[in-house]
């Protein structure tokens, strides 16, 4: 990492909790909610970084992981509301650890055959397979009626962490932050690690990589697991932080939009999902409230995005990365 | 959004011209009549898919580029026919409108943006057409409103026809599955006997080449991406007149066309047409016979909603199942 880059991470990481901080002592809360959906959406762009960027595996269907994290969320604090059991005699719960670890593991069993599958192919048929199973999952959520189908599924208490008041915004933020950080932390380790090596190798040159006797499609599996089950992780906070599941969060749009915070931050960079997220989440909010059809707009900067500034935000502020 | 899938096309369709049949109050026999019946869905399903995806083919196979932005061209093809159908009262003319706009659009798409992305890797053409689906979508709701547009079935076209059996079918679900019968065979010929076909067939091949032989190969991209642009607004035009027109119809219908042209080979018209069919056969008649099927094992309560879950799954079950023996699709050009 270059030395602008790492001023530029480190800027972008005080300056998050420092807005949080000051919309608390302003008694601004829409603007606490506002970095907690920041650091969600970062944290599902780490996620999706981990293949897209790192291993250069474009999935267009990550929004099944974090729909899926999401209705982990939402389904065990519903059986836990109605005191029902779910399949199989197992209770609800609404600890969130319980249910940060379900999310989780759901999403890496999940994620498993779909990356059996789809890494058997690549280019164009990856991204169209990756979008067609997340179609799979979504069209599964609509039609599934007990859970809300297409109206979604509230989740009346945010649910419980030890130690921390979760209804309170800024006690929720500190928490989500806490764990971007951890993914971020995450994140650095594999990219210095032997296996970070292995994964770009597999991106840039995956016959010479196969020559030194690592088999590209293992790794490849493993990176797409680890990226889905950090996705799925945010898709949990995002269901508590909205207090609201829908099959929205499963939609071809949301896969879209994910890969949208991680190229106008920086793909493959330690910050770019941050970047992403507060930069989409600002023009949402800033364009969003000057005009109701921001998207359009929207659209435009992403354009101009892929036309003039290919490294994203982090390109912008850091200079090109050493080896693209 | 999940209008375009078959089995909702009932719900949806005004002019069934046996309600009690289209829409069964409660679990009713399984007749012949019923069988050919939803096996002429699955087909006009496909025959459409095959319009979208024949277009989306042609673009991979010639240009190599990934164009998410293919179902905004088929829902201005819809936008065009149902406004001027709305004005002049012609189905006919906003027809032929929609087909000129669409090609329009598509051209107009191609020159300003799609042609800086050939040399770009799949992610930057993934981004950049997700981007025109934000400009087309807002752009279109901007024109016409938050509110669907309605077309109505030409009067020729309305009206049913006796099937054996003792079933009725209406006239204008078999006008498409002609049209679509008619485009395969036209694009058949025009691929596989004119000079323009060889061009393209050429381009597939050896881009350099072929430009290298003095073939104006920026032109050649163009007129390929308006032709393909052209035959996803006529599918919009065609639909339009069974379903709402409004903004977001063309990303169900693109998505279920990758799924088509995964299934069938990416960049092959053929594999377009086969898998277009399958997918629109196995679609409906999973939605139709699912439920009844389960019917079987399960109680009644439960036999609905689990078949119309899995039915609804189904297609993708069906491109994984594919993929997982042929990873390159059933008739893959470019391997």
Redesign the interface.
């Known amino acids: 990492m270059s030395p602008r880059e790492k001023a530029a991470t480190l800027a972008l990481l005080a300056l998050l909790p420092a807005a949080a901080l000051a919309a608390l002592l302003l008694g601004e809360t829409f603007y606490i909610t506002l970095a907690t959906r920041i650091a969600v959406l970062a944290l599902a762009a780490v996620g999706l970084n981990i293949a897209?960027g790192l291993g250069g595996l474009?999935s267009?269907g990550h929004a099944a992981f974090f729909g899926l994290g999401g209705y982990a969320a939402g389904v065990l604090a519903t059986n836990a509301f109605n005191a029902e059991p779910l399949a199989f005699g197992l209770a609800g719960t609404t600890s969130m650890p319980a249910i940060s670890l379900v999310a989780v593991l759901l999403c890496g069993l999940v994620a498993l055959p779909i990356g059996l599958?789809s890494l058997?192919?690549s280019?164009?048929?990856f991204?169209?397979?990756t979008?067609?199973?997340a179609?799979?999952i979504y069209?599964?959520a609509?039609?599934?009626?007990?859970y809300g189908g297409e109206d979604g599924l509230s989740i009346y208490v945010r649910n419980a962490f030890p130690g921390v008041e979760t209804a309170k915004p800024f006690s929720f933020f500190v928490l989500v932050f806490a764990l971007l950080l951890a993914a971020l932390a995450l994140f650095h380790r594999l990219q210095a690690s032997r296996f970070g090596a292995a994964l770009e190798a597999s991106r840039q040159n995956p016959v010479r990589l196969a020559a030194l006797g690592i088999s590209p499609f293992s790794i490849r599996l493993v990176a797409f697991v680890l990226s889905a089950m950090v996705t799925g992780l945010a898709g949990a906070l995002f269901a508590d932080l909205n207090r609201f599941v829908s099959p929205s969060m499963l939609?071809?749009?949301m896969s879209?939009e994910l890969?949208?915070l991680v190229?106008l931050g920086g793909?493959g960079r330690l910050a770019g999902p941050l970047a992403g997220a507060a930069l989409y989440v600002a023009f949402e909010h800033v364009l969003g409230g000057l005009t109701e059809?921001w998207?359009?707009f929207?659209?435009?900067?992403?354009?101009a995005?892929?036309?003039l500034a290919?490294g994203g935000l982090i390109g912008l502020l850091a200079g090109r990365p050493r080896h693209g | 959004m999940a209008a375009f899938v078959s089995g909702q096309f009932r719900t949806q369709d005004r002019y069934a011209p046996l309600p009690e049949l289209l829409q069964p109050a409660g679990p009713i026999p399984l007749s012949l009549a019923l069988l050919i019946e939803q096996l002429l869905n699955g087909l006009q399903l496909g025959v459409m898919l095959f319009l979208i995806a024949a277009g989306l083919t042609l673009i991979f196979g010639v240009m190599g580029l990934i164009n998410l932005a293919h179902g905004s061209l088929y829902m201005v093809g819809a936008f065009a026919c149902a406004s001027v159908a709305a004005t002049t009262g012609s189905f006919w003319l906003g027809l032929v409108t929609s087909l000129a706009a669409a090609a329009a659009a598509g051209a107009l798409m191609e020159v300003a943006v799609i042609r800086r992305l050939y040399a770009r890797d799949h992610l930057d053409q993934v981004l950049a057409t997700f981007a025109l689906i934000l400009v087309f979508s807002e752009g279109t709701r901007w024109l016409f409103g938050s509110f669907p547009l309605y077309l109505d079935i030409p009067p020729v076209l309305q009206g049913a026809v006796a099937l054996p059996g003792g079933g009725q079918y209406p006239l204008y679900r078999l006008a498409i599955i002609a049209v679509g019968v008619l485009v395969a065979a036209g694009l058949y010929l025009l691929i596989g006997r004119t000079r323009l076909g060889m061009r393209i067939r050429a381009g597939e091949t050896d881009r350099e080449m072929i430009a290298a032989l003095g073939v104006d190969i920026r032109a050649l991209y163009t007129l390929v991406f308006a032709l393909g642009a052209a035959l996803a607004g006529l599918a919009g035009a065609l639909v339009g007149a069974l379903q709402s027109v409004q903004v977001g119809m063309g990303e169900p219908a693109l998505i279920l066309a990758f799924v088509v042209i995964v299934i069938g080979g990416i960049g092959s018209i053929k594999g377009a047409l086969v898998g277009a069919v399958l997918v629109g056969l196995v679609d409906t008649m999973g939605r139709f016979l699912l439920p009844k099927l389960l019917a079987l094992a399960l109680p009644a309560t439960q036999a609905g909603p689990v078949g119309a879950a899995i039915a609804s799954m189904l297609i993708y079950i069906l491109m994984a199942l594919i993929l997982a023996f042929r990873p390159s699709g059933l008739f893959s050009a470019r391997s």
């Open positions: 897209l474009v267009f599958v058997r192919t280019g164009v048929y991204i169209m397979i979008l067609a199973f179609q799979m069209y599964f609509i039609s599934w009626p007990a939609s071809w749009h879209g890969i949208v190229i793909k059809r998207q359009f929207l659209g435009l900067v992403l354009l995005v892929v036309f290919r």
